[in-house]
């Protein structure tokens, strides 16, 4: 075995991650270029399922599974979610809230930041110039800023928060469990802490580092398929989340969802006065849009037809 995965043998994997050396390898070969050449089912995929859910000691039941926090998101007016899509010029209005929402499996044929072909999620901002600063929006072009609230509870996963911590000694969401902080210490403080740092900090710089190819995605997204296909938990009971709540590449200190499907459907709705077309008359840069409406949601009818004003 000489360190590199294209000779070894699939199962000594595990193994091989379990020794610092290994684990460095393999990321060190995922950072430089390996995630976008080797095939995403047979070797991409496996390796983040290993990295995510491996016992580096003893004392480590299920590796970052047991590290990483989820959090129940509440219902709150205050807060709203865009989520910005574009139109062609000269194109017609989305006519259904459906239009607005995720892509259809058939028409995700590509690697997203947390989806792969076939699985598509709807990702979604805290503020409107983040969600068109994620689409670089361009002067001139038209698009759909659609404002979502929550209805019910959300459970988030937020990628990257004990990085976060790590280094700052704050949390993304952690005024919603004011535990947080005392289980990220408790573990950076173990035994096995080291390790699972190493993982950790790899997993959040994939999520924050800008991509010029849909393959430089193929981590994150093997990871969020991972995440929310029913990841065990340190108790050993299967969960499944809802969301992913990751840091924005494209705006600096803004925060994106990217949202299952069937999530977004039952547990997220329309806002229609917040809802409208706009067109970017200027893209000055760093996230700084001038933008003017040219119409706004009135309503949404039961079947999801839109009602423009």
């Not at 075995?1 to 020794?19: A, K, R």
């Not at 892509?103 to 598509?120: F, I, L």
């Not at 299952?260 to 008359?281: D, F, G, N, Y």
Request: aromatic share 10%; glycine share 10%.
């Amino acid at each position: 075995m000489d360190g590199h995965l294209h000779t070894m043998d699939p199962q000594g994997l595990g193994e091989f991650i379990s020794t610092r050396e290994g684990l460095l390898s393999i990321i060190e070969q995922l950072r430089g270029g390996a995630k976008q050449r080797w095939p995403f089912e047979k070797m991409v995929k496996p390796i983040v399922e290993e990295l995510f859910k491996k016992r580096y000691c003893r004392n480590t039941p299920q590796g970052l599974a047991r590290l990483w926090q989820e959090y129940p998101l509440q219902v709150n007016p205050e807060l709203t979610w865009f989520r910005a899509r574009e139109l062609g010029e000269g194109g017609k209005s989305f006519s259904n809230a459906s239009e607005l929402g995720p892509r259809s499996a058939k028409d995700t044929k590509e690697y997203g930041r947390c989806h792969v072909p076939g699985a598509p999620v709807g990702y979604c901002s805290l503020y409107e110039d983040i969600a068109l600063a994620e689409k670089n929006a361009e002067t001139g072009k038209r698009y759909a800023l659609a404002a979502y609230e929550l209805t019910e509870e959300l459970i988030v996963l937020p990628v990257g928060e004990y990085d976060f911590f790590r280094r700052t000694g704050q949390t993304y969401l952690g005024s919603v469990d004011p535990n947080a902080k005392a289980h990220y210490g408790k573990i950076q403080d173990g035994p096995d802490g080291r390790l699972l740092e190493v993982v950790d900090a790899f997993f959040a710089e994939e999520f924050i580092s800008p991509a010029s190819r849909d393959t430089d995605y193929r981590v994150t997204a093997a990871l969020s398929d991972l995440l929310f296909n029913s990841v065990a938990g340190v108790d050993g009971q299967k969960h499944r989340i809802d969301a992913i709540f990751y840091p924005s590449v494209a705006y600096r200190a803004g925060y994106n969802l990217a949202i299952q499907p069937e999530a977004m459907e039952k547990k997220m709705c329309l806002v229609p006065s917040q809802t409208r077309i706009v067109r970017v008359t200027e893209a000055i840069g760093y996230g700084i849009f001038e933008k003017e409406d040219e119409c706004i949601l009135q309503a949404v009818g039961t079947d999801g037809t839109l009602k423009w004003k």
